[in-house]
Each structure stands twice: as structure tokens, then as C-alpha cells.
């Protein structure tokens, strides 16, 4: 628990992945994209047959169990598939939410996710990083963007891969997606208590970055 570890939570496309990533590389730390975890969790039942349903959480368990997950710099490999561009659609986020919410899923990928603190230090995005997998880390960064601003940012996303998408669908996704993960009673999206908040609607990727290493540079 002496490693160094920071927490970057926040709601659906707020730019957590993005920000974590630049920190982590910054820092030269681990980086742990925790909500790839429950994106591969939902694609893996899926496939599999399982229905996402509370009632089926102990066989979406011991197929986890039975599929090992490995990360390969920015690739994910499932059973040795790689899964890294499968996990992204909209419908694996979707997907993600809902095993994201069984107890018993969130418990079996605890050890997994703290066994990424390792030297020189991890940084980790995600929903519960502050709140429950590293709750003495000693920055936790809450990031937010108003609902308009995510929608758009996801949208220009999608568009530049090519991928047709509709604005207001995707808005309507995301904020079913945020009201799920925060009405959930376990481990529900909120703020860490001593979480720093930071709101990038008008921010670039750059300054929230610099605002995030002036912080960890506060706490040495
Ligand atoms: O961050 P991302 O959009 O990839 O996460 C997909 C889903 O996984 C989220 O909507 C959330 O339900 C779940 N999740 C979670 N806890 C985390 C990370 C993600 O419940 N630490």
C-alpha cells in the first residue's frame, strides 16, 4: 500500500480512459482501465449464452474464472483472443452496466484489479477506484463533463471511426448508463469523500492533464 496509486473516476465518456492514459504515461506508472474488466465480463456471457441477469451472476462468475484476461500494452486478450476493439461498441458499454452491477462479479474482479499496484505506481480509471479498490489512494481525481459535452465527444469519436452514430442516441445512452451505475447499491458511481472534482466540459485534454500533475505534485 506504499506504491503510489491515483484514482481517476467519473460518469460514461467523461474522459477518464483518455486523461488516466496521458497521467500514466506522464508518470511513466501501471495503467488500469477497470472498466474494460466488466466490458469483457458482459461480452464473454454474452457469447457464451448466459442472459445478463442477477439470477445467472454465479455462472457469469465461473466463466470468468475459467477465461483468462491478459493486457498486452493497449491490447486485451480474452482466452488469447484479442477483444480490444470488440469490447467498444455502445452495446458492450451497455452490456458492461448491467454485470457491472451483480455483487458477486464487482467481488471477483477485486484481487485482479489491486494486483495492478505495482512499482512505480498505477494510475486507475474507473467508477469505484476511489470508493472501494484503492480507498487510502492518495489522489482522487473525480472527473465530469456536462451531458451535452459527452454526447458530442462521443459522437465526433465515433463519426471519425467511421461508425454511424445519432447524437441524441447516444445521449440517451449515456445518461441511462450513469443513472444505472449510480442507482446501483453496490459500489455505485459517486465521488470518493476526499476526491478533487474536476469538471473538463472547457478543458483540453492537455490542461486537465496539467491540472492532474499539479495536484500529484501537491501531494509529494
Ligand atoms: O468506463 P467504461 O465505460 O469502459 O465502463 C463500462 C461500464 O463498466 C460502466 O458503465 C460501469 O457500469 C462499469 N464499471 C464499473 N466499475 C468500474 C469501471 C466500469 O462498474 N470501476
Excluded at 126 to 152: H, Q
Aim: charged share 25%; aromatic share 6%.
Amino acid at each position: 500500500t506504499h506504491i503510489p496509486v491515483v484514482c481517476v473516476d467519473g460518469p460514461t465518456a467523461s474522459g477518464k480512459g483518455t486523461l488516466a492514459a496521458v497521467v500514466a504515461e506522464k508518470l511513466g506508472y501501471h495503467f488500469l482501465d477497470s472498466g474494460s474488466l466488466y466490458r469483457i465480463t458482459g461480452l464473454a456471457a454474452t457469447r457464451a449464452g448466459i442472459a445478463l441477469e442477477v439470477a445467472n451472476q454465479e455462472a457469469i462468475v465461473a466463466l470468468l474464472r475459467s477465461l483468462p484476461i491478459r493486457f498486452e500494452g493497449s491490447h486485451i486478450l480474452l482466452d488469447g483472443e484479442d477483444v480490444s476493439d470488440a469490447i467498444r461498441t455502445e452495446e458492450a458499454g451497455m452490456n458492461a452496466s448491467r454485470v457491472s452491477a451483480f455483487p458477486l462479479v464487482r467481488g471477483a474482479l477485486v484481487d485482479f484489479q489491486r494486483n495492478f499496484r505495482q512499482l512505480p505506481g498505477l494510475v486507475a480509471d474507473g467508477r469505484d477506484m476511489g470508493t472501494i479498490i484503492f480507498p487510502n489512494a492518495p489522489l482522487k481525481v473525480f472527473l465530469t463533463a456536462s451531458a451535452t459535452c459527452r454526447a458530442e465527444r462521443r459522437y465526433k469519436q465515433l463519426i471519425s471511426k467511421g461508425i454511424p452514430a445519432i447524437l441524441a442516441d447516444l445521449r440517451a445512452d449515456l445518461e441511462a448508463r450513469d443513472a444505472r451505475d449510480s442507482s446501483r447499491p453496490v459500489a455505485p458511481l459517486k465521488p470518493a469523500e476526499d476526491a478533487q472534482l474536476l469538471d473538463n466540459s472547457d478543458l483540453t485534454v492537455d490542461s486537465s492533464v496539467e491540472i492532474v500533475l499539479d495536484w500529484w505534485q501537491s501531494k509529494q
